[in-house]
């Protein structure tokens, strides 16, 4: 949200770069909100320029290169025992699962 308002802003100052360093928990350098400051404010302008931009006749698109079900298939590999199996060696189970005692006091 606050970077929406600083687009809506179009205006960025060392003020609103203190504010998302310390949203960020960053120590910034005086030098460095002044340098972010500027570069944030060279991106913003940016996207006005692509805001503007008119892309009522084209069409949307989810994907530009036309691979179609790049997904493998699934295959189950036996890798031997079961976790059932392996649980029957566990000296406690509870749930399913090996219990042991609490190691956090």
Same mark, same amino acid.
């Given at each position: 949200? @606050? &970077?929406?308002? &600083?687009?809506?802003?179009?205006?960025?100052?060392?003020?609103?770069?203190?504010? @998302? =360093? /310390?949203?960020?928990?960053?120590? &910034?350098?005086?030098?460095? @909100?002044?340098?972010? =400051? =500027?570069?944030?404010?060279?991106?913003?302008?940016?996207?006005?320029? &692509?805001?503007?931009?008119?892309?009522?006749?084209? /069409?949307?698109?989810?994907?530009?290169?036309?691979?179609?079900?790049?997904?493998?298939?699934?295959?189950?590999?036996?890798y031997g025992p079961t976790s059932?199996?392996?649980?029957?060696? =566990?000296?406690?189970?509870?749930?399913?699962?090996?219990?042991?005692?609490?190691?956090?006091?």
């Open positions: 949200p @606050l &970077l929406r308002i &600083l687009y809506l802003m179009s205006v960025i100052t060392t003020d609103d770069v203190t504010k @998302l =360093a /310390e949203l960020s928990r960053l120590k &910034l350098s005086k030098e460095e @909100l002044v340098q972010f =400051a =500027a570069e944030m404010q060279e991106i913003l302008t940016y996207v006005e320029q &692509l805001d503007n931009v008119d892309v009522s006749e084209l /069409e949307p698109t989810s994907q530009v290169t036309g691979l179609q079900n790049v997904t493998r298939k699934d295959n189950i590999i036996n059932t199996q392996l649980l029957q060696n =566990a000296p406690n189970i509870q749930d399913n699962q090996i219990k042991v005692k609490r190691m956090l006091t």
